[in-house]
């Protein structure tokens, strides 16, 4: 089962402008080859069709902890694109349509995306191929899915550093910065996993990482209070998690010091931000006053 919580796990800065050509971009983190949905899609099925789950439980859990952790990245992310998207159009219930107001989201990279969707974010990478199950591999072996995961992950970040150096829009560099810091947990937990399992320092052969985070500026507040460090489990069931992450296991080196921890539960995280409605693109309606009176009639009936 899984438990929802109604907040971001990092928080994200307000866009300075809409900047739907940015949104494409972090499609590509959605949707892309090594994209969220992509991680998401491989460590949720390798989970659920795990093998000797009791007998293999620290790897079973590490797996397990960090699923959990990609369905937040695949909000964090779709978030991250909606925000971009926020416009354009004018504010005011009396917005003329028959003037174009939309006429320069012609021109747009993406222009699917608000056509279709009103500028939300979508399974699909930067040129609306849709993500597919041809990027999940669960093989049964723990040894070659551990080793697929290390692989993912660190194509991953070479994929967010790509996307990040695109980007000049504080919403889009803020959901790199965090996931090139997160993602270096999950390739550093997979090479410990191999480690464990194989007597062979994978770090050793793929160096673990290969960016270096300190050329980042939004990595750095997240380096400093040790999410480099930190594995979560969203959850009180995934101790065993410790065995590969924990048991003095340290930082890797270049990254702020310190011992590894396995945390029971979730990142505190950040509020999640309210998107305003758009009149002229019918969302969430033409006249969405009328949703907002039963919205809060319902609101007021449930408390």
């Known amino acids: 089962m899984f438990m929802r919580i109604d907040r971001l796990q990092a928080e994200l800065p307000q866009p300075k402008r809409p900047d739907p050509n940015a949104a494409a971009a972090l499609q590509e983190l959605l949707g892309g080859k090594y994209g969220e949905m992509s991680t998401l899609g491989n460590y949720m099925f390798q989970s659920f069709n795990f093998r000797d789950k009791s007998k293999l439980r620290p790897f079973y859990s590490l797996v397990s902890s960090i699923f959990a952790e990609e369905l937040g990245h695949v909000e964090l992310v779709s978030t991250g694109v909606a925000m971009l998207n ?31 969707n009103g500028g939300g974010a979508m399974p699909m990478n930067s040129n609306a191929a849709s993500w597919n199950m041809d990027m999940v591999t669960t093989t049964g072996n723990i040894i070659i899915d551990l080793l697929h995961n290390f692989h993912l992950e660190c194509g991953a970040r070479l994929h967010k550093l790509r996307v990040y150096e695109t980007l000049t829009d504080p919403t889009g560099r803020e959901v790199c910065g965090y996931l090139l810091v997160r993602g270096s947990v999950h390739a550093h ?110 609101y007021k009936k449930s408390r």
């Open 86 to 116: 926020n416009g354009p159009g004018d504010p005011t219930p009396d917005v003329d349509v028959s003037k174009a107001p939309f006429h320069d989201m012609q021109d747009i990279r993406l222009a699917g995306s608000f056509l279709s």
């Open 189 to 298: 937990a997979y090479a410990l996993a191999l480690k464990k399992l194989t007597g062979v320092a994978i770090e050793q052969m793929l160096p673990t990482p290969n960016i270096n985070l300190d050329r980042i500026p939004e990595c750095q507040k997240y380096l400093q209070e040790g999410s480099h460090r930190r594995l979560y489990t969203f959850s009180q069931d995934y101790p065993e998690s410790a065995g590969v992450w924990s048991n003095d296991e340290v930082a890797l080196p270049g990254d702020p010091p310190g011992n590894l921890e396995v945390v029971d539960g979730a990142p505190e995280g950040g509020k999640i931000p309210e998107l305003d409605g758009n009149y002229g693109a019918f969302a969430p309606n033409y006249k969405p006053e009328e949703i907002f009176e039963i919205a809060s009639k319902l």
